[in-house]
C-alpha cells in the first residue's frame, strides 16, 4: 500500500482547522472564569494565567478544553485552585490560630505559601519551650478533622516519648523486668528470667509493640510448659529439655518406659511403641510427687528437681538417677487422682512468683531452691483440708538398683531438717534412714 502524498497534506490541513478551534474555546473559557491570559503557549504548553481574584497559577489549554465542563461551571465551584480553596484556606487558618492561641504558640506569617497549591500561608512558629518550626493551616487538624494536640513537632515527639517510657515503665512492673539500659529513644529490658529485649519509642508501631507479652524466649518456654503438660495428660514425660519447635520431634517417655520423638503438632497418637487403647482409654495417673537433686549432667549445675510420677510406671527417679539426679529428698506415692498434677503446678507457679529461674526446661532449679521446694509442697499439703496426712517413702534399695554405679554405699542421702514431715510417726524412720 502507498501513501498519497495529498492525503497527508489533508491531515494536516484538517488539524490545524481543529486545533485553531480548541485554542478558540480555550480562549472563550478563560473570558468565562474571567481570567487574564498573560501569553498563549499552544494547547499543550504550559500558559500562565491570573484569576480575577489576582491568583497567579499555569495549565495547559488542552487541560481545561478536554475538562467535562469547561464552561457550565458552577460559580461555587471556579477552576483557580486558590479561588476554590479560598473557604478551605480560611477555615484552616482560623483553626492554626485557636490552636497556636490554646497551646502558647506565636505565629509570624511569611511570604511563602505551601506546596499544596491551595494557597494556606507558611507561618514562622514558637512554642513555649521555645521550639522553632514552620506550620500552616493544614497543621492545625488531625485525620479526622479535630484540632492537633500538640502543634510544636518537638513537643509532639518528646510527648510520643514519654507515653512510649510510660508504657515501658508499666511492662516492667507487670512482668517483673528490669530496666538494663536506657537510651533516648528506647530501653534495653531483661526479662524476669534475665533474656534482654530492646524497647524503642520512636514510631507508633514501635510504641504499640510494647506489650507484656514481649519476650520471644519466654514465650518459648511458655509453649514447652504447655506442651509438657498436654503430654503429661497422654500419659508421656517430655525428655527434651526445651522447646525445639511445634513440627520438631522432642525426646520423651511413655508410661512403659518407651523412649520416642514427640512432636507438639502431632501428639494425638502419644507412645508410636505402646498399642492403641492400651490404657483401656485412660491414662494413668500420676500418683507420686517427688524431689531429687544432684549434679544435672546435662548443665553441669548442682540441681534439684521436683516431679511427679507413677508408682508402677514411668521409672522418672531412675531416669534422673541416671542424669546426676539421684538424692531423693521427698517421694509421696499413692497420691489420690489428680493431686500430684495439682501439687506440682503449686509448687512450679510458688518458684515462679519466688523468682526461681530454671536451669533447663521448666522444671529443674538450682540446688538452693530446694528449701523453697519443700516449703511449697509441705504449704500446699497444709491447705489441703480433709487430706489424710501421708508418710514420706524412701527406699535407699529402689534408688540404689536404679543407679548403675560401680561403687554402690548410700545414695540416699535424706536431711531431716529439709525434709517435710506432715507425719510424726515418720521422723523415727526418716532418723532410721540417714544414719
Ligand atoms: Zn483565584
Ligand atoms: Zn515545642
Ligand atoms: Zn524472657
Ligand atoms: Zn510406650
Given at each position: 500500500m502507498t501513501v498519497d502524498r495529498s492525503e497527508l497534506r489533508d491531515v494536516s490541513t484538517e488539524a490545524a482547522v481543529h486545533i485553531a478551534a480548541l485554542m478558540d474555546l480555550f480562549r472563550q473559557a478563560c473570558r468565562l472564569q474571567e481570567w487574564t491570559l498573560e501569553e498563549e503557549r499552544g494547547l499543550t504548553g504550559w500558559t500562565d494565567v491570573r484569576c480575577k481574584a489576582g491568583h497567579e497559577f499555569c495549565l495547559t489549554a488542552l487541560s481545561l478544553v478536554s475538562s467535562p465542563r469547561p464552561f457550565g461551571?458552577?460559580?461555587?465551584?471556579?477552576?483557580c485552585k486558590k479561588c476554590r480553596n479560598a473557604e478551605w484556606v480560611a477555615e484552616c487558618l482560623a483553626a492554626l490560630k485557636s490552636v497556636a492561641k490554646a497551646q502558647g504558640v506565636s505565629l509570624t506569617a511569611t511570604d511563602e505559601r505551601d506546596e499544596s497549591g491551595e494557597g494556606h500561608v507558611v507561618f514562622a512558629a514558637k512554642c513555649p519551650k521555645a521550639h522553632r518550626f514552620e506550620a500552616t493551616g493544614r497543621d492545625a487538624t488531625n485525620w479526622r478533622g479535630e484540632p492537633v494536640d500538640i502543634l510544636c513537632p518537638d513537643c509532639r515527639e518528646a510527648a510520643a516519648f514519654a507515653e512510649g517510657f510510660a508504657k515501658i515503665e508499666a511492662v516492667l512492673r507487670e512482668t517483673r523486668s528490669t530496666v538494663a539500659k536506657r537510651y533516648r529513644n528506647a530501653a534495653e529490658i531483661r526479662c524476669h528470667r534475665g533474656h534482654l529485649h530492646t524497647f524503642y519509642v520512636d514510631s507508633h508501631q514501635e510504641r504499640e509493640a510494647i506489650r507484656p507479652d514481649f519476650c520471644g524466649a519466654c514465650d518459648k518456654i511458655a509453649k514447652f510448659q504447655k506442651f509438657s503438660e498436654r503430654a503429661k495428660d497422654l500419659g508421656v514425660t517430655v525428655l527434651e529439655s526445651q522447646w525445639i519447635a511445634a513440627s520438631r520431634a522432642h525426646r520423651a517417655v511413655c508410661f512403659a518406659g518407651h523412649e520416642f520423638g514427640l512432636i507438639p503438632n502431632k501428639m494425638k497418637r502419644g507412645c508410636p511403641e505402646c498399642p492403641r487403647g492400651m490404657y483401656g482409654g485412660t491414662v494413668p495417673p500420676h500418683d507420686v510427687y517427688y524431689i531429687v537433686s544432684g549434679l544435672?549432667?546435662?548443665?553441669?549445675r548442682e540441681t534439684v528437681k521436683p516431679g511427679i510420677s507413677s508408682g508402677s510406671g514411668y521409672n522418672r527417679l531412675r531416669q534422673h538417677a541416671e542424669d546426676g539426679l539421684s538424692v531423693q529428698h521427698l517421694r509421696m506415692s499413692g497420691l489420690p487422682v489428680g493431686m500430684a498434677r495439682k501439687l506440682e503446678k503449686f509448687v512450679l507457679d510458688g518458684l515462679d512468683k519466688g523468682g526461681w529461674l530454671s536451669t533447663r526446661g521448666t522444671e529443674y532449679f538450682p540446688a538452693a531452691a530446694l528449701p523453697d521446694i519443700m516449703d511449697l509442697a509441705g504449704e500446699w499439703f497444709t491447705d489441703q483440708s480433709g487430706l489424710a496426712v501421708r508418710p514420706i517413702v524412701v527406699d535407699p534399695s529402689d534408688v540404689y538398683d536404679a543407679v548403675t554405679t560401680p561403687q554402690p554405699p548410700d545414695v540416699v542421702d535424706l536431711d531431716v531438717d529439709t525434709a517435710v514431715v506432715f507425719d510424726s510417726d515418720d521422723v523415727e524412720a526418716i532418723a532410721a534412714l540417714t544414719r
Open positions: 461551571l458552577d460559580p461555587s465551584e471556579p477552576l544435672d549432667a546435662t548443665t553441669s
